[in-house]
């Protein structure tokens, strides 16, 4: 149940991450409010796996997913130009994170 908690954790870390990317002044309350409540959940949640996960563990795999899914949405909604190398090494990450979790 840790491993799903803290997979649902770092998508929540992409959502505060395109949220913060998306604040254009501080009354601009509905990013604020996928902001807080975004980072809320994640840091929630990655406390919550961290209690059968070791830290450094928890932590690469909820940074890993978190990056490659902010990547992935910046890709698809056009905020970013995709790039073949950054999909490349976005992989990279993918495949550590499930190096990790294979290991523990």
Known sequence: MSWLILVVSALFEAVWATALSR???WTDFGAIALL???????LAGLAWAMREIPVGTAY????????ATTAGYAWHSGAQPFSIV?????????ACVIGLRLTQ
Not at 36 to 42: A, E, I, K, N
């Open 86 to 94: 950054q999909a490349f090494l976005i992989l990279g990450i993918v």
């Open 60 to 67: 690469a795999v909820w940074v890993g997913i978190g990056a």
């Open 36 to 42: 807080v409540g975004g980072m809320t959940v994640s």
């Open 23 to 25: 604040l254009t002044s």
